[in-house]
């Protein structure tokens, strides 16, 4: 048990370590990955994904504001963090993250909803159609970056067609043809800055939670 001493120790560790220095990488930018610590996102979207045997890239899932992310969290070999978006991220060393209870508590924490985020996604993989898997997807998103505004929930984030595409294993034109038609159909709506909206009017029941 820690004791009042140590409890503000840590609390003023805990203070200088979100002071510590953020590291920019560009949309699009793989991230470095190595053993001897972790990233935490403190603004933007990281993307995780690993490379098959056949080589092809199977989504993970993602790191938005808060998570950590990195090779010291995994067991996978062929593992990829990208940035979906520009980003600053915190480095923190093993050694830090031993001696921080703090930190470790995050971090397990933080593992609870990685496992939820993967079981999600695979239930999403096993629907049969296409479109039933984008909405799924949509779903989930809507859930983990969602932002409520005037009619429904804005997804914070521009993900690429592509991005999408990768997550649902099909092909970015396939995806620019069923957002096309979802729009026409109202079930989701791009703002002005073009991200996408879905309105609070629809009913669609999604295969998770709302725990994640």
Known sequence: MLTANSQVLEKDQWELERERRLHFFGKGQII?????????????????TMLSASGDEVLLGWAGEGNFF????????????????NVHLKW?????????????????????QRIQQSEALLAIA?????????????????????????????????????HIASAISTTRVTITRL??????QGWIILDRD??????????EIP????SI
């Open 32 to 48: 470095p990955l190595l053993p001897q610590g972790i990233w935490q996102v403190h603004q933007g979207l990281i993307q995780l």
């Open 70 to 85: 990195g090779l010291w969290l995994t067991i996978l070999q062929a593992y990829n963090a990208t940035a979906v978006s």
């Open 92 to 112: 923190f060393s093993v050694k830090e993250i031993e001696g921080s209870p703090r930190i470790s508590q995050i971090i397990a924490l933080q593992l609870k």
């Open 126 to 162: 096993g629907q049969r159609h296409v479109e039933e898997r984008l909405k799924q997807l949509l779903l989930l998103l809507k859930q983990e970056m969602g932002q409520p505004v005037p009619g429904g929930t804005r997804l914070n984030i521009r993900l690429t067609h592509q």
């Open 179 to 184: 957002l096309s038609k979802l729009q026409q």
């Open 194 to 203: 073009r991200h996408i909206v879905i309105p609070s009017t629809i009913q």
């Open 207 to 210: 295969l998770v939670r709302n």
